[in-house]
C-alpha cells in the first residue's frame, strides 16, 4: 500500500477535474429543472457524470482516498453552492455562508500541508 505524506499538485488537479465534472453536470440537472426541459436530457449530466469514477480511480495513484475525496468534496462543495448563487440566483441563510466560508478554510488548511 502507498503511503502518502502530503499533498501532491497532481492531488489538486485531480480533485479540481473531479470538481468541475460536478460543476458541469449539476448545473445542466438545475438548468434542466429550472427550465422544464423534458427529463430525458438528463442522460447528457448522467453519462458526464459517470466519468467521476475512472477519475477517481486515476487519483488513488497519485493520492489517498481520504485526502482526494475531502479535497474533491470541498472544493466541489464550494464551487457548486457558488453556481447555484451566482449564475441561479439562490440564496442561503447566514450560517450557511459561514460554513461556506468554513469550507473554504479548510481547502487552504489542506494546502498548508504541503505541495510536492
Known amino acids: 500500500m502507498k503511503r502518502f505524506l502530503s499533498i501532491t499538485f497532481y492531488t489538486y488537479f485531480i480533485g479540481f477535474l473531479l470538481t468541475i465534472n460536478d460543476l458541469l453536470s449539476f448545473g445542466m440537472c438545475k438548468y434542466i429543472y429550472a427550465n422544464n426541459i423534458n427529463i430525458r436530457y438528463l442522460f447528457i449530466p448522467t453519462i458526464m457524470y459517470c466519468l467521476q469514477i475512472p477519475l477517481?480511480?486515476?487519483?488513488?495513484?497519485v493520492s489517498s482516498m481520504a485526502v482526494l475525496n475531502i479535497i474533491w468534496n470541498l472544493m466541489s462543495s464550494l464551487l457548486v453552492?457558488?453556481?447555484g448563487l451566482f449564475y441561479f440566483k439562490e440564496k442561503i441563510s447566514n450560517i450557511k455562508t459561514i460554513a461556506l466560508f468554513?469550507?473554504?478554510?479548510?481547502?487552504?488548511?489542506?494546502?498548508?500541508d504541503g505541495i510536492n
Not at 477517481?56 to 495513484?61: E, S
Not at 468554513?102 to 498548508?112: D, K, P
Open 56 to 61: 477517481f480511480f486515476y487519483g488513488l495513484n
Open 102 to 112: 468554513l469550507g473554504l478554510l479548510s481547502l487552504i488548511l489542506f494546502s498548508l
Open 81 to 83: 453552492t457558488f453556481l
